[in-house]
């Protein structure tokens, strides 16, 4: 078992310096002299309460530019009272979806996207709500250099027990990965809870080219772009917070959803998913191997300190980005639950969805 555990550990010490490393600091970008106007795109099914919080929210947002709010009621479910307080610089759209050109949530988006009136968009869900009165502000701002993408973070709001531990946990880790592998010039994810883009000529017909797939519309067109140069925010004051899965079943169905989509990504992203959850895998076999089942136990002890040691380290600065410390140290024993449910959502994504009506 030591072998296996040596190998795992130079893989994922690999990730740690060559990807992870890279998150040191949020990339430094300068505000504009004057700010643009900007869209907004949020889709909602059966969700107006959610909608109305989101609402109050973007009513303190500080940006002093026109705001268009384009609201895509794909269902028609929004009822007739739905009429918020926004600040006098925004406007708002409201998209009544009964029959649509693409399924699930796509046919949302393209709908949307006929009635966006700005160049700059930024995409929320209607079960989120902005962290913070800057995020219009953080995500817009590496657009108005010329960026075609910013790629955000989507937290989930705290809530006690194993279950929220568990998504803090995964929504951190899959975070490090897309954001660290987009630093080095291979985005391939983006959170469609919390993007901004820039539009461009042919959003409609690359959008169209996944319907197959219902989920995934904010990762299957990232790959499509094949961008090499996207801006990255992740500190707090970009953050989306979503309103958490409440249970176990409810979180499988939703992360088997995700990985659906992830069998359309290009193979390098595949195999650097891949390579790193194996080596993850590897790390938890050879080191229980090692410890219960090998004449080694005391160099597989030492061996596996000093990489957590070193990895704890490296990650420290993003962790406290977003303002996640307590899970640097909470990781090691969730890692090995986490990566069961992993294996059962793969399995899941195999049986095809029919309706996009679940929390992203």
């Known amino acids: 078992m030591l072998p296996l555990l040596t190998i795992s550990i130079i893989i994922l010490g690999t990730y740690d310096f060559l990807f992870f490393a890279t998150l040191q600091s949020e990339p430094l970008v300068h505000e504009p002299q004057s700010w643009p106007q900007v869209s907004i795109l949020t889709c909602v099914k059966d969700n107006e309460e959610g909608l109305r919080r989101l609402a ?7 940006y002093g530019a026109e705001v268009q709010w384009v609201v895509v009621d ?10 918020p307080r926004l600040p006098y610089n925004f406007t708002l759209t409201i998209v009544v979806l009964k029959d649509k050109e693409l399924p699930g949530k796509k046919g949302a988006v393209l709908a949307g996207w006929e009635q966006v009136q700005h160049d700059l968009i ?46 803090q946990t995964e929504t951190a880790q899959t975070a490090m990965l897309y954001l660290s592998s987009a ?12 993007w901004a883009y820039r539009r461009w000529s042919t959003m409609a017909d690359d959008l169209r080219a ?44 939703q992360k088997m959803r995700h990985a659906e989509t992830g069998r359309r990504y290009d193979p390098r992203s595949l195999i650097y998913l ?27 002890l030492m061996l596996s300190l000093a990489y957590a040691i070193m990895s704890t380290l490296l990650r420290y600065p993003f962790y406290k980005a977003i303002g ?5 140290w909470k990781r090691w024993y969730l890692t090995p639950i986490l990566l069961g449910f992993m294996f059962l959502w793969g399995l899941g994504s195999l049986r095809p969805r029919k309706n996009w009506n679940a929390p992203t």
């Open 122 to 167: 930024l995409s929320i869900d209607a079960d989120c709500v902005p962290r913070t009165n800057q995020w219009i502000r953080e995500l817009i701002r590496p657009l108005t250099g010329g960026t075609p993408a910013v790629l955000g973070y989507g937290d989930y709001e705290k809530r006690p027990g194993l279950l929220s531990d568990l998504i």
């Open 274 to 300: 891949a390579l790193f959850h194996g080596a993850q895998v590897s790390f938890w076999i050879g080191l229980l191997g090692g410890c219960f089942y090998s004449p080694y136990v005391l160099l597989s």
């Open 74 to 83: 794909d269902g028609d479910s929004l009822g007739p009272n739905f009429d």
């Open 210 to 253: 996944d319907a197959d797939v219902l989920s995934g519309d904010d990762d299957l067109l990232l790959q499509r772009r094949n961008l090499s140069d996207v801006s990255l925010r992740w500190r707090i004051q970009s953050h989306s917070v979503s309103i958490a899965p409440e249970t176990r079943a409810e979180w499988l169905r």
């Open 183 to 194: 630093r080095r010039a291979k985005p391939y994810m983006a959170v469609g809870r919390n």
């Open 56 to 62: 109050a929210r973007l009513a303190t947002q500080s």
């Open 324 to 328: 996640k410390t307590s899970l640097l």
